[in-house]
């Protein structure tokens, strides 16, 4: 089994490309989320049913996002192990934490929005997201 190194010129150009792509569909999700959910309370359950299609346009962007970083911090991970091998590993643990949480909390925060209960809509309004 024979794996190709990227070499540092690949990876730099990738993680150009990733770092451009990420703040791109960030700036994207925020837009399309901030318009479907604009609202307090009642309303804003309202506004995520009138505008299905941009919310699953921003899980699918959050998705992207999740990989993006993910990519980042690998590719980072290639330009700078050979300077210091534990700094690129922190760095890498940190893009990829930073990527499994920003997909996972968006969704934890629309589902207490949603649950009746412990987190009803009027208790949830006044919550952080």
Known sequence: MCF???SRTTNARTAG?????YIAVGVASMVLSGQA???AGTAKLAGIAQHALQIRLTVVLGLLSMM????L???LYGITRDQDPELA????TC???????????????????????????ERASRLPV
Do not use: D, I
């Not at 590993?89 to 890498?92: D, E, F, I, Y």
């Open 4 to 6: 190709r190194h990227m």
């Open 17 to 21: 490309f990733t770092f451009l792509f």
């Open 37 to 39: 959910t604009g609202a």
């Open 68 to 71: 993006s970083a993910l990519m």
């Open 73 to 75: 911090g690998v590719t």
């Open 89 to 92: 590993l922190l760095a890498l």
């Open 95 to 121: 893009r990829v934490a930073k990527g499994v949480l920003g997909a996972a909390l968006p969704q934890y925060g629309w589902w207490r929005s949603t649950c009746p209960g412990r987190y009803g809509s």
